[in-house]
């Protein structure tokens, strides 16, 4: 018994801002929706069903917002599909799309995430008193600072390679149309001399928050064979899930996010991340979380993240290039940006991430995170199609 | 490429008005034992979880985080999530045997309708620019598709009247109904709705179990097949739609093979007596099929969970021999708009 294998021939993204208030939800959806079809050169009599992600409903106020939306997706009609996995569910999403595609239960699938955080604020969206149980401290950040922190005195990593991610993620950011902060002036010293918000955590070492919608077309070998520009393969997916707190969990390295890693290498029959893998787009919204994300996903030994991000190995012209978009620190449409780290992998392997494109880049991986560094959601895609 | 998937364990708890004295996993752990102790599965021997709940009716973001804690993801899980009745999980899950990544999967699904007002939260899922900052609320919604019905002569207040009796009679024998046996018609809510026409508001769970093949024959005596499984939307807009028939249920139910033999039992989710009627016509259920023997939405509506106890009670009819080919259905959205159709089947005797 064999999966159909899964193709991505169709991507498009909304210009990332602080705020669109210049479309309503349905119209920000509706714009990465015709984008994706537009790559694809299909229309939206082509796709079979509709699979929609994104974080808490509480973000806009919009309870079970695929109701109101399926008009704006073409949606009437057809399946509709609404995924909720925390921060990972950006990229749960497309996997969620995919499995129909591979059970071929549907030919072609529009896949769709987005975040329209100017409608609200999501910081008290995450902040609602919930008694007997602690509150996420202050945001997001509030909550990860202390895994940082155990993650610097764990590895000896000195204080400053936090600074070097956000640096070099905000130049990559630069050279992509849609992510949300163009810093310019950008310096390492500016990044260095940011206020402190949650030690060790600098201003300028978190993402923005934006409004944003990304959206792909997933077919099957028959609809890959009619597209008109080089798909991208999947050649491996997974999702983990662990508790959110219990005495045994690692919060700096995750084990669902090495079970999912090592899912996918397996299906991907990648032996040596390090050497197999082209480039990542990798979740990392505070930016230590990029040396700690390269041991988990088994790019660097235990201890060693921190001593690749240092040498400029994940730069955009070093050889494994992390986040050539810039990433989920430049660019953080919460439900979206797992998507948008996916569908900027498949973007690089079918050479059309333009100036931040990775030269000869085949194999390269997606990946997302969310709730307490509980959720993990992962695929690898390649220029070429998968062989078993 | 197919697989025979099957549901091989149902569990509900008995839905109530109020649960205030539980949290949400509270409220679902006995639920999720019920149906591991049925199979004799343990979690760590679940191929993959899926689950359905809703973050506003929880109050709270991330809601479903703290039931994943419940199910004892240790070592880690392949799980997932959909913000929808767990019907849709269970639809998930069904893709994901499909592909061969895991042969059995666990769902379940939870809500707790009673810490707010649920027709007022429900106004929130409506269009957030032009419809909900009117608060248009989910029994007045239900009673504009009732009037519809009237005005079009498909029933009238009597025949309404005989759906809420017959439901509220059979649940009778469903010791988990939150309203059982004859209760007054009742004064108009939203005319021309009358609170018996209308279903209780509860907290309540369910969790089911499904396997594909073999492995379903090993965990059950009668496997409830999946012959087909589909679900369809609709416009969201009531202005733009007929309230009097639900195409989305129709084409679901054709994608899913229902009308390609007679089912001899229907489990449908039609929280309101006015929506049995629109499901029957658009689902060609005639007289000869026993219609909601559970009691159905009428006699217990748990959010998020209603959908999913439907294919959980028609998976129940045929591991006791009760049926041999049943319709389940779930809904979600305003007036019918979202539907889902599955067909189960036992083995032939």
Redesign the interface.
């Given at each position: 018994?064999?999966?159909?294998p899964v193709a991505v021939t169709g991507i498009g993204q909304t210009k990332h801002v602080a705020a669109r208030r210049d479309v309503?939800?349905a119209g920000l959806v509706r714009e990465a929706a015709r984008r994706a079809l537009d790559d694809a050169e299909l229309s939206w009599a082509d796709i079979d069903a509709v699979v929609i992600g994104k974080?808490?409903?509480?973000?806009?106020?919009?309870?079970?917002?695929?109701?109101?939306?399926?008009?704006a997706l073409g949606?009437?009609?057809?399946?509709?599909?609404?995924?909720?996995?925390?921060g990972s569910v950006g990229g749960?999403t497309a996997?969620?799309a995919a499995?129909?595609v591979?059970?071929?239960?549907h030919g072609t699938v529009l896949t769709l995430a987005f975040e329209k955080q100017s409608?609200s604020n999501a910081m008290w969206?995450?902040s609602?008193p919930?008694p007997f149980?602690q509150p996420l401290l202050a945001g997001a950040g509030g909550f990860f600072a202390p895994h940082v922190r155990a993650y610097m005195r764990r590895t000896g990593a000195p204080d400053t390679v936090g600074s070097l991610v956000a640096y070099k993620d905000r130049r990559n950011a630069l050279k992509n149309p849609y992510a949300h902060l163009h810093e310019h002036d950008v310096t390492l010293e500016k990044v260095q001399a940011s206020p402190m918000l949650w030690d060790p955590i600098r201003y300028s070492e978190t993402c923005p928050s934006s409004d944003g919608a990304c959206a792909m077309v997933l077919t099957d070998r028959a609809g890959a064979a009619r597209s008109p520009r080089p798909p991208a393969w999947m050649l491996g997916g997974?999702?983990?899930?662990?508790?959110?707190?219990?005495a045994?969990k690692d919060f700096v390295s995750?084990?669902?996010g090495k079970?999912?890693a090592a899912?996918v290498y397996r299906q991907a029959g990648i032996a040596d991340p390090r050497r197999e893998i082209d480039a990542a787009e990798i979740y990392v919204p505070f930016s230590w979380y990029e040396p700690m994300w390269l041991e988990n996903l088994g790019f660097a030994d235990e201890g060693e993240g921190w001593k690749l991000t240092e040498s400029g190995v994940t730069e955009l012209d070093g050889d494994l290039p992390v986040n050539m978009s810039g990433g989920v620190l430049s660019t953080n449409p919460i439900g979206a940006s797992g998507m948008i780290r996916f569908a900027e992998a498949a973007l690089q392997v079918r050479g059309q991430a333009g100036e931040h494109q990775v030269e000869g880049a085949r194999r390269v991986l997606g990946h997302a995170y969310g709730?307490?560094s509980?959720?993990f959601s992962m695929w690898l895609v390649g220029s070429e199609p998968p062989t078993s | 490429?197919t697989?025979d998937i099957a549901l091989v364990a149902f569990a509900q708890t008995d839905h109530r008005r109020t649960t205030d004295e539980l949290s949400e996993v509270e409220m679902l752990m006995p639920v999720l034992h019920g149906v591991l102790d049925q199979t004799g599965l343990r979690t760590a021997d679940i191929g993959f979880?899926c689950s359905g709940s809703?973050?506003?009716l929880a109050?709270?973001?991330?809601s479903?985080?703290?039931a994943?804690?419940g199910v004892?993801?240790?070592?880690?899980?392949?799980?997932?999530?959909?913000?929808?009745d767990g019907a849709?999980a269970l639809?998930?899950a069904w893709?994901?045997l499909?592909?061969?990544?895991a042969d059995t999967a666990l769902v379940y699904s939870y809500g707790k309708s009673s810490p707010g007002s649920v027709r007022d939260?429900?106004t929130?899922?409506?269009?957030?620019?032009y419809v909900?900052p009117l608060w248009p609320d989910s029994v007045a919604l239900a009673a504009l598709q009732a009037q519809a019905l009237i005005d079009a002569g498909e029933t009238d207040e009597p025949a309404l009247a005989a759906v809420a009796a017959r439901s509220r009679a059979d649940a009778t024998a469903n010791s988990h109904a939150q309203l059982r046996g004859s209760i007054p018609q009742g004064d108009y809510l939203v005319r021309p709705l009358r609170t018996g026409d209308c279903p209780p508001i509860g907290d309540g769970a369910a969790a089911v179990i499904l396997a594909a093949g073999e492995r379903a024959r090993e965990l059950c005596e009668r496997p409830a097949w999946i012959r087909g499984i589909?679900?369809?939307?609709?416009?969201?807009?009531l202005g733009v739609r007929d309230l009097t028939d639900s195409?989305?249920a129709r084409?679901a139910a054709e994608k899913a093979g229902a009308f390609e033999r007679p089912v001899d039992t229907a489990e449908l989710h039609a929280p309101f007596t006015s929506q049995e009627v629109v499901l029957r016509k658009a689902l060609r259920l005639d007289d000869t099929v026993r219609v909601n023997p559970s009691g159905g939405a009428l006699a217990a509506n748990p959010m998020m969970a209603a959908g999913l106890i439907r294919l959980g009670e028609a998976a129940a009819a045929v591991h006791r021999g009760e049926s041999d080919r049943a319709l389940a259905h779930a809904t979600?959205?305003?007036c019918l708009?979202?539907n889902l159709v599955a067909v189960l089947e036992g083995d032939p005797r």
């Open positions: 018994m064999s999966k159909e309503s939800i974080a808490p409903d509480f973000f806009e106020g919009v309870m079970m917002p695929e109701l109101y939306l399926a008009d949606a009437v009609g057809k399946p509709m599909l609404r995924v909720h996995t925390a749960s996997l969620v499995n129909l591979a059970a071929r239960v409608e969206g995450l609602l919930i149980q997974a999702m983990r899930s662990e508790p959110t707190l219990f045994g995750p084990q669902a079970d999912c899912d709730g307490g509980q959720f | 490429m697989r979880t809703s973050d506003y109050g709270r973001a991330f479903f985080t703290l994943l804690d004892g993801a240790w070592p880690p899980i392949s799980e997932s999530h959909v913000e929808m849709w639809y998930e893709t994901k499909l592909t061969g990544d939260v429900l929130r899922q409506l269009d957030p620019y909900a589909d679900h369809r939307t609709e416009a969201h807009s195409p989305s084409l979600s959205g305003p708009q979202q």
